[in-house]
């Protein structure tokens, strides 16, 4: 019998999410055909591809909004699959969306609370009766809310309802109410939609400054391609349900099967 050696057992312990086989049909369109990857602690991987690649349809699956028909996921050594929906914020992973899902008359405060709702574990008995345990676990909410709202740069903009908000606020917005949860895995799905070019190098180092601060692991679905490969340790490239490329973001860019689904033909 063959024991793993000490680095070989370092480096599953790095993997923080493993994606195998995974496959998802509507009817008789597949939108996920055997895709496999992985994630390692602190890095951020960018996931890319053209419209309808199945990029959303892999996010729904790891939110598990969408049960996979094949394959398996592990995070952080936990089968996901096994998983139901409602505890996936508290397994660690939090999520921002492509059309932005807040509660539009709840302030901008009160909606970054709300995330904070699956690491509360008072009852309605000590809520019922205001007990201390109570009164620490709402201070310890509100702290943690108004530093993500600073740090988002959102304080000033606490007590606006979000309905009142731009779209690239609002992601701001959602960017903070998954943050305050403590997630191990943050999934963004196109943060830079309906951002100018400035906003957008805002976001670059914003999504740094998570990283660093929040020692967060950040998996990336954009179409803003220069965004990707300036903030991405790893890219994985996506063409009609398949994985076509998996690397370093120069590795990536420069492959041709990459190439010819983004341009339908290999530069010279």
Known sequence: MTTPSASTTAAADDVLLRVSGLGVRFGGIVALDGISFEVRRGQICGLIGPN???KTTLFNCLSRIYTPA???IVFDGV???AQPQHAIAAAGIGRTFQNVALFPAMTVRENVMVGRHCRTGTGYLANAFRLPSVRREEAEVRERTERLLALLDLSALAETPVKNLSFGTRKRVEMARALVADPKLLLLDEPAAGLNHEEVDGLRQLILD????FHVTVLLVEHHLNLVMRVSDQVVAMNFGRKIADGPPAQVQADPEVVRAYLGTETA
Not at 210 to 213: A, F, H, I
């Open 70 to 72: 094949a394959g398996a």
């Open 52 to 54: 309808g690649a199945g």
């Open 79 to 81: 089968d996901l699959l």
């Open 210 to 213: 998570v990283r660093e601060r």
